[in-house]
């Protein structure tokens, strides 16, 4: 039995400019676990993601997150009701520190030092470089600073955007391991990932979108097992990321 | 997390790239030795590079929120002007309020009528500042070209304004009588006024790169201008901080008005226009929204508008031109790039 959804949209459809990219998106996200959100390049996913954010506003339909409707809400009251955002370009601040990056990310106080500690283990590099500049890391460290960004307060729901997207094979297991713990602690994570292998060994539900609809939704047991369903979703998209 | 396959790695700047870094830095002294090589007389040279520090410290007030504003907010404000002759007016009313205190032999009395006219300028202008950013710029954010439409309509309103107020005339504002005259070392003499322009100049600096780099509000300033998109996803209401933004930019700019018309001695409705050229110059050359350029790059103006004002009158005017041209050549960016997020 599913667990009780922590964020829904029904018929989301958004604009930019004269462009309508999501056309009717219908998603659900079970608290706890991982909903990976799968399709290929210009499918929506980012969309989706900016959307439920509110970086983009959605000219029709509801988004509605612990049974509340957010459509219409600014950015920051979005995050303020704990939803966090990795971006796909991951959004580090280049011109301050790795510290001050976590010090604006902990937006409601002064960093909890437990969780700074809980961070620092799942992400050594952040101590590493703690008083560096953080436009001088490497892209795994950037990714790694970003999500823990997202994690230094306790988020409900965090939307992490193709997080292993150019990473090394050593840094993508280390954030699928980063991930897999912070999973543990009862954090809903929505996932866009292309990294069909990586998104399969987390996830716990699946969505797939093409042209700005989501075309199937359902466990990622049942089409991580299913070959022909995995061809009909994505075809040979799903096969390059393997 | 098993991170035995992740070695920490930092990426290294090179020594070379480092050093061409610094490089912005070292213009002004480079700057000075040229002025000096090329006046020949110490005395001279020295009266000139004072003279050329005060104006690009007055020109450093006035661009410093201009520059701060356009990073952060990518607003294009063609009216930043308007605070500086707005500033200035309401300086002159305050030290003709206090006419007594500016006359008064004590230097306190002196210094206590300044500071109050400073005062009045910045609340005044902050408050202005406040209705243009609600009024004017708000409607037309992310547009520049309404951007410079209005606020540039903004100046001009502004300026009728003060003749409605002040009436058509330019007004003489005179120093009070601590900063009027020279101190005289050698043959070389230093307005003492130009001085009190350096150390309010260096002190307004170093209060930016202090609030810049050592608070919360600095640090979102700084994240802000560099992607403001990810500042809102992380909980903080940047609209907010716009307004904050550009209300201290328009103080600072009232701030610079007052400090400005002591130093020229008389002001317009039209003065804010005038010298917003040469504020422009300095925002350009230092790098959009980054105020350490905009630092080196006001006092490069100011010292090589002084130094071709004594050695080459003709070309004075276009020196500052060319100096933002050659920087252009050489930083397309400007001194000190800011980096945006795409």
């Known amino acids: ?242 | 997390m098993s991170n035995a396959a992740i070695k920490p790695r930092i990426e290294k700047i090179p020594a070379g790239e480092r050093i061409v870094q610094k490089l912005p830095v070292l213009l002004v002294p480079a700057l000075a030795l040229a002025g000096l090589i090329a006046i020949g007389n110490p005395s001279s040279w020295l009266t000139l590079t004072v003279a050329g520090l005060a104006m690009g410290m007055m020109i450093f007030i006035m661009a410093s929120g201009l520059t701060v504003v356009f990073g952060l907010m990518d607003v294009i404000n063609f009216g930043h002007g308007a605070f500086v002759a707005v500033g200035a007016f309401v300086g002159f009313t305050v030290l003709a309020w206090l006419a007594g205190w500016t006359a008064s032999p004590s230097v306190m009395l002196n210094l206590a009528a300044v500071l109050m006219a400073i005062l009045a300028a910045m609340v005044v202008t902050g408050l202005l500042g406040y209705a243009f950013e609600r009024v004017i710029v708000m409607p037309v954010y992310g547009d520049h070209l309404k951007q410079i439409l209005v606020t540039m309509g903004g100046l001009i309103v502004a300026q009728q304004m003060i003749h409605v107020v002040w009436g058509p005339d330019e007004l003489h504002i005179s120093r009070p009588e601590a900063l009027q005259g020279a101190f005289v070392i050698g043959e070389a003499a230093i307005e003492k006024y130009r001085l009190v322009a350096v150390g309010i100049g260096l002190a307004l600096f170093l209060a930016m790169r202090h609030v810049l780099k050592n608070t919360k509000v600095g640090l979102l300033v700084r994240a802000g201008v560099e992607n403001g998109e990810m500042v809102e996803a992380l909980g903080y209401r940047i609209r907010r901080l716009f307004l904050i933004v550009f209300m201290t930019g328009s103080a600072l700019a009232g701030l610079g008005g007052v400090m400005w018309g002591l130093y020229q001695e008389t002001i317009t409705a039209h003065m804010g226009s005038e010298i917003m050229v040469l504020v422009f110059i300095v925002v350009i050359i230092g790098g959009l929204g980054s105020v350490e350029g905009c630092f080196i790059g006001a006092m490069l103006v100011g010292l090589l508008a002084n130094y071709t004002a004594f050695l080459a009158p003709k070309v004075a005017l276009v020196s500052t031109i060319a100096l933002m041209v050659a920087i252009l050549m050489w930083r397309p960016q400007g001194l000190y790039p800011v980096v945006k997020a795409k």
Request: no cysteine.
């Open chain 1, 1 to 242: 039995m599913m667990a009780e959804p922590l964020l829904s949209l029904a018929g989301v459809h958004t604009h930019i400019g004269p462009y309508h990219i999501l056309q009717g998106v219908d998603l659900t996200v079970p608290e706890g676990g991982v909903t990976v959100l799968l399709g290929r390049n210009g499918a929506g996913k980012t969309t989706t993601l900016r959307t439920i954010m509110g970086l983009w506003t959605a000219s029709q339909g509801d988004i509605r997150f612990d049974d509340r409707l957010i459509t219409r809400l600014a950015t920051p009251e979005i995050s303020r009701r704990g939803i966090a955002l990795v971006p796909e370009d991951m959004g580090i601040f280049t011109d301050l520190t790795v510290a001050e990056n976590m010090i604006l990310a902990a937006a409601s106080g002064p960093m909890d030092a437990r969780r700074l500690a809980w961070i620092k283990e799942l992400f050594p590099p952040i101590g590493t470089f703690w008083n560096s500049s953080a436009g001088t890391l490497s892209g795994g460290q950037k990714q790694m600073l970003s999500v823990a960004r997202a994690i230094i307060e306790p988020r409900r729901l965090i939307l992490i955007d193709e997080p292993t997207k150019g990473l090394a094979p050593a840094i993508i297991k280390a954030m699928t391991d980063a991930l897999r713990e912070l999973k543990e602690t009862d954090t809903t994570i929505l996932l866009v990932e292309q990294n069909f292998a990586m998104a399969s060994g987390i996830g716990d539900t699946v969505a797939v979108m093409d042209d700005g609809r989501i075309i199937h939704s359902g466990s990622m047991k049942e089409l991580a097992g299913d070959a022909a369903l995995q061809e009909k979703l994505m075809g040979l998209s799903l096969e390059a990321h393997q």
